[in-house]
């Protein structure tokens, strides 16, 4: 009889928890969705952020890749937070399209700091959009600077096939690149826009295996040679992104024409990525194949030639991202952990 009451309890508390995911549409997303319901959030997640890109830089890279990755499988959910368990053994982060991710420990540290503060109240989900806003500001020296909403719920499902399936690989051609940002209904210029994410942070030689044979006109040779002493040196290690984030040395080296712009600060979030894909220097097949196509070729000119209109697209376009929904129907709550569904009954 206890027992029953308590499973009871518990079966209204999950009832409570599980609320419908608003629609597309009308994603009921807010500014200042936590003003009331939790105040200071946001300036707590940016403190953290701060402290952490402080100790770490690679931290801000791993944020703005994935709130990518969280929004573009299920929508904006915290499902690329989740880890494996006895009732999901293969959640996203086990899909090849997520080598790599990293950042999960700062984000578990920033909900655990706020759980205290404000117990069940802020999703997983809106402290990494947070997140990836205040790391996209700080790498940016405060150029990029957008206002995101809120009042996201975190999802139940977390699958790695789902993740392979809907997010885009760096072998793709320009077309499936299209077609991949079309079904989340974004168009060849915001393709292009968000692109530019690459100024910034490292990759595994395995993502980009096929560029280092790469005929010379779709990669110049120096840097080809560049990537692969790199390569080289160990199995699978990770490179740099932007080759001004590379060693000054080794740019001597390889691309002595380019030493003067080697960067003193790594990882500075601006529109370089639009000039090395003009000049053939970008490390992905997805980066050069851009290209390729009259559309986006336009586009890459236009945001290597204006910087600040780069800055101001790319905000709205993380923004855009940022809204993307849960598949209708889909149940969600707020997580107590962000690697753990909270469900009592498991
Ligand atoms: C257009 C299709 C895209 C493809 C095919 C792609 C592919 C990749 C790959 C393969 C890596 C390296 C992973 C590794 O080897 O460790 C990477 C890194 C990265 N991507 Fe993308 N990406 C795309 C779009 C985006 C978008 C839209 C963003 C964000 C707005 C983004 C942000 C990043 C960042 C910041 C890194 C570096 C991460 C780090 O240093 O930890 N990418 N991407
Ligand atoms: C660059 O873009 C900004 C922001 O949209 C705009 O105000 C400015 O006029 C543009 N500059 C040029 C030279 O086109």
Redesign the pocket.
Known sequence: MKLSVVLLCALVAVQAALLAAPSAEASGLKVGYYNKKCKGVEAVVKGHIIRAMKKNPRVGAALVRLVFHDCFVRGCDGSVLLDKSAQNPHPEKEAPANIGLAAFDILEMIKADIEKKCPGVVSCSDILVYAARDATKILSKGHINYVVPAGRLDGMVSSASEAQAELPDSTFTAQQLIDNFARKNFDVEELVILSGAHSIGMAHCSSFKGRLTAPADQITPAYRNLLNDKCGQRSNPRVVNNVRDEDYNTVSKYMPGFKSRVRKIRDLFDNSYYHNNLARIVSFNSDWVLMTHKEARGHVHEYA?????W???FGESMIKLSKLSMPAGSKGGIRKKCSIVSHPLH
Do not use: H
């Not at 030639?305 to 209109?309: C, E, G, S, V, Y």
């Open positions: 030639d204006n910087a600040t209109l800055n101001d697209d």
